[in-house]
Protein backbone atom coordinates (compact mmCIF):
# COMPACT_ATOMS: atom_id res chain seq x y z
CA UNK A 1 0.00 0.00 0.00
CA UNK A 2 1.51 3.57 -1.27
CA UNK A 3 2.40 5.71 2.03
CA UNK A 4 1.11 9.49 2.71
CA UNK A 5 4.91 9.99 1.96
CA UNK A 6 5.09 7.93 -1.59
CA UNK A 7 1.65 10.20 -2.76
CA UNK A 8 3.15 13.19 -1.59
CA UNK A 9 6.55 12.53 -3.04
CA UNK A 10 7.31 15.79 -5.40
CA UNK A 11 7.45 15.24 -9.10
CA UNK A 12 9.49 18.07 -9.95
CA UNK A 13 12.56 20.41 -8.37
CA UNK A 14 10.58 22.94 -8.00
CA UNK A 15 8.18 21.00 -5.28
CA UNK A 16 10.99 19.51 -3.52
CA UNK A 17 10.68 21.25 0.46
CA UNK A 18 14.47 23.02 1.35
CA UNK A 19 18.11 22.05 -0.48
CA UNK A 20 18.29 25.49 -2.02
CA UNK A 21 21.65 25.11 -2.82
CA UNK A 22 20.70 22.23 -5.02
CA UNK A 23 17.24 22.98 -6.36
CA UNK A 24 16.93 26.05 -6.14
CA UNK A 25 17.00 28.95 -9.02
CA UNK A 26 20.19 28.79 -11.05
CA UNK A 27 21.23 26.22 -8.68
CA UNK A 28 23.43 22.90 -9.57
CA UNK A 29 20.15 20.38 -10.23
CA UNK A 30 18.06 22.89 -11.65
CA UNK A 31 20.80 23.59 -14.61
CA UNK A 32 21.02 20.25 -15.31
CA UNK A 33 17.61 19.84 -15.79
CA UNK A 34 17.71 22.41 -17.82
CA UNK A 35 20.61 21.32 -20.00
CA UNK A 36 19.22 17.88 -20.05
CA UNK A 37 22.10 16.30 -18.39
CA UNK A 38 23.11 14.13 -15.85
CA UNK A 39 26.28 13.22 -14.40
CA UNK A 40 27.66 10.37 -11.93
CA UNK A 41 26.88 11.50 -8.36
CA UNK A 42 25.80 11.00 -4.84
CA UNK A 43 23.84 12.74 -2.95
CA UNK A 44 24.39 11.99 0.78
CA UNK A 45 23.14 13.21 4.10
CA UNK A 46 20.65 12.08 7.28
CA UNK A 47 17.12 9.77 6.54
CA UNK A 48 14.13 11.66 5.67
CA UNK A 49 15.55 14.95 3.86
CA UNK A 50 14.73 14.02 0.44
CA UNK A 51 17.45 12.24 -1.39
CA UNK A 52 15.47 9.88 -3.43
CA UNK A 53 13.15 12.52 -3.90
CA UNK A 54 15.46 14.41 -5.89
CA UNK A 55 16.65 11.90 -7.64
CA UNK A 56 13.24 11.07 -8.92
CA UNK A 57 12.23 14.72 -9.69
CA UNK A 58 15.36 14.59 -11.76
CA UNK A 59 14.98 11.40 -13.80
CA UNK A 60 11.41 12.51 -14.31
CA UNK A 61 12.40 16.08 -15.28
CA UNK A 62 14.98 15.56 -18.07
CA UNK A 63 12.84 12.49 -18.69
CA UNK A 64 15.95 9.22 -18.22
CA UNK A 65 15.87 5.77 -18.46
CA UNK A 66 16.25 4.74 -14.84
CA UNK A 67 16.45 1.57 -12.57
CA UNK A 68 15.67 2.24 -8.63
CA UNK A 69 17.89 -0.32 -6.70
CA UNK A 70 18.70 -1.08 -2.87
CA UNK A 71 21.66 -2.00 -2.23
CA UNK A 72 20.44 -3.74 1.25
CA UNK A 73 17.38 -5.40 -0.25
CA UNK A 74 17.89 -5.72 -3.61
CA UNK A 75 20.54 -9.43 -4.79
CA UNK A 76 23.81 -9.45 -7.28
CA UNK A 77 21.51 -10.85 -9.20
CA UNK A 78 19.24 -7.49 -9.29
CA UNK A 79 22.13 -5.55 -10.25
CA UNK A 80 23.31 -7.92 -13.26
CA UNK A 81 20.08 -7.77 -14.38
CA UNK A 82 20.82 -4.15 -14.92
CA UNK A 83 23.76 -3.93 -16.10
CA UNK A 84 22.65 -6.30 -18.94
CA UNK A 85 19.86 -3.94 -19.63
CA UNK A 86 22.63 -1.01 -19.56
CA UNK A 87 25.00 -2.70 -22.49
CA UNK A 88 21.59 -2.26 -24.78
CA UNK A 89 21.04 1.87 -23.74
CA UNK A 90 23.12 3.99 -23.92
CA UNK A 91 21.14 6.74 -21.78
CA UNK A 92 20.72 4.02 -18.75
CA UNK A 93 20.60 5.25 -15.06
CA UNK A 94 20.59 3.41 -11.97
CA UNK A 95 20.00 4.93 -8.82
CA UNK A 96 21.24 2.99 -5.86
CA UNK A 97 20.24 3.87 -2.49
CA UNK A 98 22.06 2.68 0.71
CA UNK A 99 24.92 2.47 -1.30
CA UNK A 100 27.13 2.18 1.37
CA UNK A 101 26.01 -1.32 2.05
CA UNK A 102 26.46 -2.64 -1.26
CA UNK A 103 29.46 -5.30 -0.87
CA UNK A 104 32.43 -5.33 -2.85
CA UNK A 105 30.79 -7.90 -5.86
CA UNK A 106 28.57 -5.55 -6.02
CA UNK A 107 30.82 -2.53 -6.27
CA UNK A 108 33.02 -4.28 -8.62
CA UNK A 109 30.34 -4.93 -10.79
CA UNK A 110 28.95 -1.33 -10.42
CA UNK A 111 32.38 0.31 -11.03
CA UNK A 112 33.07 -1.56 -14.54
CA UNK A 113 29.87 -0.50 -15.89
CA UNK A 114 30.68 3.39 -14.59
CA UNK A 115 33.85 3.63 -16.09
CA UNK A 116 32.97 2.00 -19.14
CA UNK A 117 30.25 4.50 -19.39
CA UNK A 118 27.64 2.33 -19.81
CA UNK A 119 25.50 3.88 -17.14
CA UNK A 120 25.33 6.42 -14.95
CA UNK A 121 25.38 6.22 -11.33
CA UNK A 122 23.27 8.39 -8.48
CA UNK A 123 24.11 6.82 -5.35
CA UNK A 124 21.94 7.45 -1.87
CA UNK A 125 23.49 7.57 1.52
CA UNK A 126 22.38 8.67 4.63
CA UNK A 127 26.48 8.07 5.50
CA UNK A 128 29.37 10.00 4.89
CA UNK A 129 30.34 9.22 1.88
CA UNK A 130 34.35 9.60 2.31
CA UNK A 131 33.88 6.79 5.05
CA UNK A 132 31.67 4.27 3.35
CA UNK A 133 31.93 4.51 -0.41
CA UNK A 134 34.45 2.56 -2.18
CA UNK A 135 37.25 5.32 -3.10
CA UNK A 136 37.07 4.31 -7.10
CA UNK A 137 33.30 4.64 -7.37
CA UNK A 138 33.66 7.92 -4.84
CA UNK A 139 36.32 9.72 -7.45
CA UNK A 140 33.96 9.02 -10.38
CA UNK A 141 31.02 11.09 -8.57
CA UNK A 142 29.91 14.48 -7.71
CA UNK A 143 29.35 14.71 -4.20
CA UNK A 144 26.20 16.35 -3.05
CA UNK A 145 25.07 17.09 0.34
CA UNK A 146 21.44 17.79 1.22
CA UNK A 147 20.90 19.95 4.32
CA UNK A 148 19.06 19.20 7.35
CA UNK A 149 15.58 20.55 7.06
CA UNK A 150 14.10 22.50 9.69
CA UNK A 151 10.40 23.06 11.16
CA UNK A 152 9.92 25.74 8.82
CA UNK A 153 10.36 23.08 5.80
CA UNK A 154 8.47 20.08 7.50
CA UNK A 155 5.74 22.62 8.14
CA UNK A 156 5.72 23.64 4.25
CA UNK A 157 5.41 19.88 3.44
CA UNK A 158 2.72 18.95 6.11
CA UNK A 159 0.35 21.80 4.90
CA UNK A 160 -0.09 19.50 1.32
CA UNK A 161 -1.53 16.58 3.75
CA UNK A 162 -4.69 17.87 2.87
CA UNK A 163 -4.38 16.84 -1.30
CA UNK A 164 -4.80 13.56 0.18
CA UNK A 165 -6.79 13.58 2.95
CA UNK A 166 -9.47 16.57 2.01
CA UNK A 167 -11.10 16.44 5.02
CA UNK A 168 -8.35 16.41 7.91
CA UNK A 169 -9.09 19.26 10.37
CA UNK A 170 -5.86 19.49 12.58
CA UNK A 171 -4.64 22.93 13.39
CA UNK A 172 -1.52 24.71 12.81
CA UNK A 173 -0.43 24.65 16.56
CA UNK A 174 -0.43 20.32 15.46
CA UNK A 175 1.40 20.69 12.45
CA UNK A 176 3.78 22.72 13.50
CA UNK A 177 4.01 20.50 16.85
CA UNK A 178 4.86 17.45 14.05
CA UNK A 179 7.63 19.47 12.37
CA UNK A 180 9.14 20.18 16.12
CA UNK A 181 9.51 16.57 17.09
CA UNK A 182 10.46 15.20 13.14
CA UNK A 183 14.00 16.24 13.45
CA UNK A 184 14.38 17.28 10.26
CA UNK A 185 13.06 14.26 9.22
CA UNK A 186 9.92 14.93 6.60
CA UNK A 187 9.47 10.74 6.24
CA UNK A 188 8.99 10.86 10.00
CA UNK A 189 6.53 13.62 9.95
CA UNK A 190 4.16 11.98 7.29
CA UNK A 191 4.31 8.96 8.31
CA UNK A 192 3.23 10.15 12.23
CA UNK A 193 0.59 11.97 10.80
CA UNK A 194 -0.63 9.55 8.28
CA UNK A 195 -0.68 7.21 11.45
CA UNK A 196 -2.29 9.92 14.15
CA UNK A 197 -5.44 10.23 11.07
CA UNK A 198 -5.82 6.46 11.25
CA UNK A 199 -5.57 5.81 15.03
CA UNK A 200 -7.54 9.25 16.06
CA UNK A 201 -9.24 10.40 13.28
CA UNK A 202 -8.88 13.29 11.07
CA UNK A 203 -9.11 16.06 14.16
CA UNK A 204 -6.59 14.30 16.20
CA UNK A 205 -4.78 16.90 18.92
CA UNK A 206 -1.20 17.18 20.03
CA UNK A 207 -2.23 15.16 23.35
CA UNK A 208 -3.07 12.25 20.59
CA UNK A 209 0.55 12.30 19.31
CA UNK A 210 1.81 12.18 23.16
CA UNK A 211 0.14 9.09 23.73
CA UNK A 212 2.34 7.12 20.97
CA UNK A 213 5.14 5.18 21.84
CA UNK A 214 7.59 6.30 19.25
CA UNK A 215 11.09 8.11 18.84
CA UNK A 216 9.56 11.80 18.33
CA UNK A 217 11.73 13.45 20.93
CA UNK A 218 14.94 11.99 20.20
CA UNK A 219 16.21 14.59 17.10
CA UNK A 220 14.82 17.40 18.54
CA UNK A 221 14.20 17.60 22.60
CA UNK A 222 13.57 20.52 24.89
CA UNK A 223 16.81 21.75 24.24
CA UNK A 224 16.03 21.49 20.15
CA UNK A 225 19.71 19.29 19.92
CA UNK A 226 19.89 17.77 16.71
CA UNK A 227 21.43 14.14 16.09
CA UNK A 228 24.70 15.67 14.60
CA UNK A 229 25.12 17.71 17.74
CA UNK A 230 24.47 15.07 19.66
CA UNK A 231 27.22 13.30 17.92
CA UNK A 232 29.40 16.22 18.29
CA UNK A 233 28.83 16.37 22.29
CA UNK A 234 29.06 12.56 22.85
CA UNK A 235 32.72 13.14 20.66
CA UNK A 236 33.35 16.03 22.78
CA UNK A 237 32.69 14.89 26.38
CA UNK A 238 34.54 11.73 25.77
CA UNK A 239 37.55 14.13 24.70
CA UNK A 240 37.16 16.15 27.54
CA UNK A 241 37.09 13.05 29.98
CA UNK A 242 33.94 14.00 31.01
CA UNK A 243 32.20 10.50 31.81
CA UNK A 244 29.12 11.15 32.81
CA UNK A 245 28.16 13.72 30.28
CA UNK A 246 29.32 10.57 27.82
CA UNK A 247 27.54 8.16 29.38
CA UNK A 248 24.56 10.65 28.78
CA UNK A 249 24.91 11.14 25.29
CA UNK A 250 25.34 7.61 24.44
CA UNK A 251 21.85 7.11 25.98
CA UNK A 252 20.43 9.94 23.56
CA UNK A 253 22.11 8.05 20.52
CA UNK A 254 20.83 4.65 21.26
CA UNK A 255 17.77 5.73 21.33
CA UNK A 256 17.74 7.42 18.17
CA UNK A 257 18.56 3.85 16.58
CA UNK A 258 21.10 5.60 14.09
CA UNK A 259 23.47 2.62 15.18
CA UNK A 260 25.99 2.67 12.14
CA UNK A 261 26.79 6.59 13.04
CA UNK A 262 27.11 5.87 16.40
CA UNK A 263 29.74 3.06 16.10
CA UNK A 264 32.02 4.82 13.50
CA UNK A 265 32.15 7.76 15.88
CA UNK A 266 33.00 5.11 18.28
CA UNK A 267 35.97 4.11 16.20
CA UNK A 268 36.85 7.49 15.38
CA UNK A 269 37.13 8.37 18.95
CA UNK A 270 39.12 5.52 20.00
CA UNK A 271 42.18 6.54 17.36
CA UNK A 272 41.47 9.85 16.82
CA UNK A 273 41.21 10.87 20.18
CA UNK A 274 42.64 8.29 22.22
CA UNK A 275 45.02 6.82 19.84
CA UNK A 276 48.85 5.91 21.39
CA UNK A 277 47.89 7.27 24.81
CA UNK A 278 45.98 4.01 25.26
CA UNK A 279 46.50 1.48 21.79
CA UNK A 280 44.51 -1.56 23.29
CA UNK A 281 41.49 0.77 23.17
CA UNK A 282 41.19 0.34 20.02
CA UNK A 283 40.48 -3.44 19.62
CA UNK A 284 38.14 -3.21 22.51
CA UNK A 285 35.78 -0.81 21.39
CA UNK A 286 35.87 -2.64 18.11
CA UNK A 287 34.85 -5.72 20.22
CA UNK A 288 32.34 -3.89 22.29
CA UNK A 289 30.32 -2.92 18.67
CA UNK A 290 31.05 -6.16 17.86
CA UNK A 291 28.89 -7.62 20.19
CA UNK A 292 26.30 -5.05 20.22
CA UNK A 293 25.42 -6.23 16.73
CA UNK A 294 24.92 -9.61 17.92
CA UNK A 295 22.90 -8.61 20.94
CA UNK A 296 20.81 -6.37 19.46
CA UNK A 297 18.00 -4.21 21.70
CA UNK A 298 17.50 -4.10 24.04
CA UNK A 299 21.23 -5.20 25.72
CA UNK A 300 23.27 -3.81 23.28
CA UNK A 301 23.47 -0.69 25.74
CA UNK A 302 26.11 -2.76 27.86
CA UNK A 303 28.82 -3.64 25.96
CA UNK A 304 28.64 0.03 24.44
CA UNK A 305 28.47 1.84 28.17
CA UNK A 306 31.83 -0.23 29.02
CA UNK A 307 33.48 0.70 25.79
CA UNK A 308 32.19 4.50 26.39
CA UNK A 309 32.98 4.84 30.16
CA UNK A 310 37.00 3.68 29.58
CA UNK A 311 37.06 5.82 26.58
CA UNK A 312 36.29 8.97 28.47
CA UNK A 313 38.56 8.02 31.67
CA UNK A 314 41.48 6.80 29.14
CA UNK A 315 44.61 9.34 28.95
CA UNK A 316 44.01 10.90 25.62
CA UNK A 317 46.44 11.48 22.86
CA UNK A 318 46.04 13.36 19.25
CA UNK A 319 49.75 12.57 17.81
CA UNK A 320 48.31 9.98 14.77
CA UNK A 321 45.90 12.95 13.64
CA UNK A 322 48.69 15.51 14.14
CA UNK A 323 51.03 12.55 12.31
CA UNK A 324 49.21 12.37 9.57
CA UNK A 325 48.15 15.92 8.76
CA UNK A 326 51.70 17.16 8.73
CA UNK A 327 52.51 14.24 6.11
CA UNK A 328 49.45 15.43 4.15
CA UNK A 329 50.47 19.22 4.11
CA UNK A 330 53.97 18.10 3.20
CA UNK A 331 52.97 15.56 0.02
CA UNK A 332 50.22 18.60 -1.07
CA UNK A 333 53.00 21.76 -0.92
CA UNK A 334 56.22 19.39 -2.31
CA UNK A 335 57.01 17.34 -5.04
CA UNK A 336 58.28 14.25 -3.22
CA UNK A 337 60.24 12.60 -6.12
CA UNK A 338 60.96 9.20 -6.48
CA UNK A 339 61.13 6.45 -4.27
CA UNK A 340 65.01 6.05 -3.06
CA UNK A 341 66.81 3.42 -5.74
CA UNK A 342 67.59 1.00 -2.64
CA UNK A 343 64.65 0.47 -1.24
CA UNK A 344 62.56 -0.31 -4.71
CA UNK A 345 61.51 -3.56 -5.58
CA UNK A 346 64.30 -4.61 -8.10
CA UNK A 347 67.13 -2.80 -5.86
CA UNK A 348 70.39 -4.93 -4.89
CA UNK A 349 71.49 -2.60 -2.38
CA UNK A 350 69.18 -2.85 0.04
CA UNK A 351 70.58 -3.09 3.80
CA UNK A 352 68.39 -5.57 5.52
CA UNK A 353 67.50 -4.35 9.11
CA UNK A 354 67.33 -7.99 10.49
CA UNK A 355 71.09 -8.75 9.50
CA UNK A 356 72.25 -5.84 11.99
CA UNK A 357 72.16 -5.16 15.75
CA UNK A 358 69.02 -4.15 17.48
CA UNK A 359 67.29 -4.97 13.91
CA UNK A 360 68.60 -1.71 12.77
CA UNK A 361 70.48 0.59 10.56
CA UNK A 362 71.12 3.67 9.05
CA UNK A 363 69.61 4.45 5.55
CA UNK A 364 67.14 6.54 3.99
CA UNK A 365 63.91 6.13 3.30
CA UNK A 366 62.21 9.18 2.42
CA UNK A 367 62.52 10.88 -0.97
CA UNK A 368 65.05 13.20 -1.92
CA UNK A 369 63.32 15.94 -2.18
CA UNK A 370 61.32 15.98 1.33
CA UNK A 371 64.56 13.35 2.98
CA UNK A 372 64.27 15.53 6.22
CA UNK A 373 61.09 15.55 6.55
CA UNK A 374 59.96 14.95 10.69
CA UNK A 375 56.15 13.96 11.06
CA UNK A 376 55.88 12.48 14.35
CA UNK A 377 56.35 14.08 17.94
CA UNK A 378 55.34 11.96 20.65
CA UNK A 379 52.54 12.82 22.95
CA UNK A 380 53.39 13.19 26.75
CA UNK A 381 51.87 10.02 27.65
CA UNK A 382 53.18 6.72 28.92
CA UNK A 383 53.02 4.72 26.28
CA UNK A 384 54.21 6.72 23.75
CA UNK A 385 57.36 8.28 25.56
CA UNK A 386 58.39 4.83 26.35
CA UNK A 387 58.06 3.77 22.73
CA UNK A 388 59.67 6.35 21.38
CA UNK A 389 62.72 6.38 23.67
CA UNK A 390 63.57 2.80 22.60
CA UNK A 391 63.22 3.66 19.04
CA UNK A 392 65.76 6.25 19.91
CA UNK A 393 68.07 4.22 21.94
CA UNK A 394 68.79 1.26 19.41
CA UNK A 395 69.96 4.25 16.61
CA UNK A 396 72.20 5.60 19.13
CA UNK A 397 73.31 2.55 19.79
CA UNK A 398 74.06 1.34 17.21
Not at 24 to 42: A, C, P, S
Not at 171 to 186: L, N, P, R, W
Not at 238 to 261: K, M, N, P, Q, W
Amino acid sequence: METLAEKLRPKNLSEVVGQTHLVGKNKILNNLVKNKRIFNMILHGKSGIGKTTIALALMNEIGCRYRLLNATINSKKDFEIVFEEAKMYDDLILIVDEIHRMNKDKQDLLLSFIESGKLVLIGLTSSNPYHSINPAIRSRCQLLELKELNEEDIYKALLRVKEIYTDINITDEVYKHIAHISGGDMRFAYNLTEFCINSFGNSFKIADIQTINNKANYFSDKNEDGYYDLISAFQKSIRGSDVDAAIHYLVRLIDTGEFDILYRRMLVIAYEDIGMANPTLQTKVLTAIQSAERLGLPELYKPLTQAVVEMALSPKSNTIEKTYMKALTDLEKNNPGRVPEHIRTTSSNYKYPHNFKNHWVKQQYLPDNIKTSKYYTPGDNKYEQEMYKFNQRIKEEN
